[in-house]
């Protein structure tokens, strides 16, 4: 079994910073890709950020130049740091990630549960 445990979401003011981790943990025999998503209210679910297994990285043009994310490969954990926040940037974020769970054994897309976060104007 397999678990994405977020954190670091909450209540900040426009301009200002967060710094969201997603740790994975459980049956993980390697990790490829990690990525950040968002839901706003109203609004489909939409890609934010994506790492490589190694440092390639990609970026929704609505957060370039304001957010980066980075990982951990011993710690099995994607961060996102989020900086020049927005109102707009208000969203449960999601981060996923592409686990073999043995060798072998084909890569399977999980999840974590999401975490707030809110931008007041």
């Known amino acids: 079994q397999v678990q994405l445990v977020e954190s670091g979401g909450g209540l900040v003011q426009a301009g200002g910073s967060l710094r969201l981790s997603c740790a994975a943990s459980?049956?993980?025999?390697?990790?490829?890709?990690m990525g950040w998503h968002r839901r706003a209210p109203g609004k489909q679910r939409e890609l934010v950020a994506v790492?490589?297994?190694?440092?390639?990285?990609n970026y929704a043009d609505s957060v370039k130049g304001r957010f980066t994310i980075s990982r951990d490969n011993a710690k099995n954990t994607v961060y996102l740091q989020m900086n020049s926040l927005k109102p707009e940037d208000t969203a449960v974020y999601y981060c996923?990630?592409?686990?073999?769970?043995?060798?072998?054994?084909?890569?399977?897309?999980?999840w974590g549960q999401g975490t707030q976060v809110t931008v007041s104007s």
């Open positions: 996923n990630a592409d686990i073999r769970s043995r060798y072998g054994s084909p890569y399977r897309q999980y």
């Open positions: 459980g049956s993980i025999f390697s990790i490829n890709a």
């Open positions: 790492i490589s297994s190694g440092t390639v990285t």
